[in-house]
């Protein structure tokens, strides 16, 4: 019976568990609690997956994102804050400090609300520009919603995102009808650096562009920047796999908008797919997609008649070799195997200081299994003798990074490995050279041992006395 309500009380505790692979402790920060009420549906979706969610304000006092050196909260979103400081518990280098950690963090903005300055400082760390004035309002005059901004033109209807290149894995718009349509309401559009780690997910129209709403000037002289160049929702990744999302609009994750009905300018209706963006954004945030995980690595001989030894520590020069690796990636709720896109390979180097070998890693449908997927690369190791790496290092956006490196050492031939001379057709001439000496020389040696002198020209020799 004890037994029977221990199991009871596993299942429990994995049913309330979050789906996310870090955890399931996020925090939400609010300028004042009862304002979550405006984004009940964003909440409860969050709380329907697993996630256990602690409402603070920026100036609580009893706030800490760390305890006794360790996360507090394993996600933290911020929602548009009216305080210029998020007080002495939330500055820039805590906030850091947290992505270091491999804390992952969900950050919304409003055009009527300036962002905190810890906040601002957080974006320019990670080469993310805003606004001077803090409150760039985006608006565009040919796609916005007819229905509730037919003045301001600052409710966007854009097309949920494509897929960001095709070496890239599509999460954001997979699933979306036709029909559907994005409405991004009221936001801020932020310029992004060079950064190898930033990730576009929703650009801007060519049309649209951000201005400050406190200029009343007819014509704007000063843009901070327009079309393609404003990234309304924008994703970062640390080089640890930490993952940072920026959404530009905060009211589009609010009940009014999720599943609602929008009017394009040429008067035609859709329902907005705020709600399924939202899951999406939240969920790749917080660790629910695109993570991936290394199940097991293996090396070994690939030879005729060489030993089954699993990864050995040591090889030799000329070994051919075959290396085998096996890849899950995490969707929502259970692990499946991992496919690289169409234009993408996952790549094996075999390296010293530099890489001997850089080779396309090829599906293993034997060794795959329902979950994980195999990846295998034969080949022959160098003419040269030292420490060798096997490494994996697939980084891509949108998915968490793989580094694995496996140290082998590689010997030269041993004085009883090399070939006999007589097995090499091209050592047939040296060795019939060898042969013919010795042979002359024997030749040479019998004439003269049994050669002997004549006596007649030996007695003529003698002298008398």
Known sequence: MRSFFSLL????????????????????????????????KFLADLESRGFQLSFETPKSESLALFRLGERAYDHIAFFPSKSKGLGPNLTPNILVDFLNANGNILV??????????????????????????????VVDHFSYDASSAAETHDVILLPPPGPVRPDVKDFFSAGAAA???????????????????????????????????????????????AG??????????????????????????????????????DGQTAKTFNREF???????????????????????????????????????????????????????????????????????????????HRLALNPDPAQSTGDAAAYTA???????????????????????NVEEKTTVSVRHMAHDEWPRSFVISGAWPWIG???????????????WMYSAPVKGRAAAGKKTQ
């Not at 957080?122 to 001077?132: A, K, M, R, S, Y």
């Not at 640390?238 to 009017?263: C, H, I, P, Y």
């Not at 050279?433 to 004439?447: C, I, N, P, Y």
Request: charged content about 15%.
């Open 108 to 137: 919304t903005l409003s055009s009527g609300v300036a962002t905190p300055t810890s906040l601002v400082s957080l974006l320019n760390e990670l080469d993310i520009q805003l606004p001077v004035d803090r409150t760039g309002l």
């Open 228 to 265: 393609s160049q404003l990234s309304l929702v924008s994703t970062s990744q640390a080089r640890n796999s930490a993952r940072f999302t920026l959404v530009g609009s905060a009211e589009m994750l609010q009940d009014k908008w999720f599943d609602a009905e929008v009017t394009t300018a």
């Open 278 to 356: 939202a899951k999406r954004v939240s969920g790749w945030t917080f660790n629910e997609i695109g993570v991936l995980r290394v199940n097991w690595i293996e090396h070994h001989l690939d030879e005729a008649g060489a030993a089954n030894e699993s990864s050995p520590s040591i090889y030799r020069i000329k070994n051919d070799v075959k290396y085998t690796i096996s890849l899950s990636e995490y969707s929502w709720t259970h692990w499946t195997p991992f496919t690289t896109p169409a234009a993408d390979t996952l790549q094996l180097e075999f390296s010293m200081l530099s890489p001997f």
């Open 433 to 447: 050279g060898v042969g013919v000496t010795v042979a002359g020389w024997l030749g040479f040696v019998a004439l």
């Open 9 to 40: 009380a596993c299942l429990f505790v994995a049913a309330v568990s979050a789906l996310s692979t870090s955890g399931n402790r996020l925090l939400v920060v609010l300028d004042d609690v009862a304002e979550k009420v405006n984004y009940s």
């Open 378 to 400: 034969a080949f022959k190791l160098p003419d040269q003798h030292g420490i060798f790496n096997f490494k994996v290092n697939y980084r891509r956006p949108l998915l968490s």
């Open 179 to 225: 029909s559907e349509i994005l409405a991004f309401p009221r936001g801020v559009g932020a310029a992004l650096g060079a950064s190898e780690l930033l990730t576009p997910v929703l650009r801007a129209p060519s049309t649209a562009y951000s201005y400050n709403p406190k200029e009343q000037a007819e014509v704007v002289d000063d843009l901070f920047a």
